[in-house]
């Protein structure tokens, strides 16, 4: 459960990142990566969580309710929770989208904030039921089949991160 909700977390922080690129780039939004955006961004996150651990927990309660495949709880938990899911975005949006039109063209910081989270909140809602959920499925299939490319992959990624939090601490010292 917590493999799959770390990777629909990325995948909504990377579409919102590329939104800001994109809308950033072409002058459509004045979105720059600063403070309030980074607070966005954690926002997002904290909203994305919570939808996947909405989903997960209805999940988790109908997998002991029978003897019925994995799949089949899945569908029947993503419906239970559908209407509560579309029911806080409707929500969320009217009130950021709100912010957004009140702030497009301002040129001011709530500008970004909104459109972050405008952003965030449609690819949240979207990932903890198309992205998360799917997951729990693909996950424990692709890791018993390729154990060894799953670990490989986890282990380049970490040595990855280290090389680069090292060649940034020597450029700092020099």
Known sequence: ???????ALVHDVLITLGAIALFGSLGIVNVKINLPIIAAILTLI??????????????RENMGRG???LSE????????????TIRTSITTLLVVVVLFIVNFGAASVLEGFAFVLIVGVLTGT????????PMLLFLPYHYLRNRAIFWSAVAVSVVGVVMMS???AGRRTA
């Open 67 to 69: 003897r019925t495949q």
């Open 166 to 168: 090292l060649d940034r």
């Open 73 to 84: 709880v899945i569908d029947m938990s993503i419906n239970q929770t559908m209407s509560r």
């Open 46 to 59: 904290g909203y994305s969580m919570n939808d996947s651990i909405v989903v997960f927990d209805r999940i």
């Open 126 to 133: 979207y990932s903890s039921i198309f992205v998360a959920s």
């Open 1 to 7: 459960f917590g493999f799959a909700a770390v990777i």
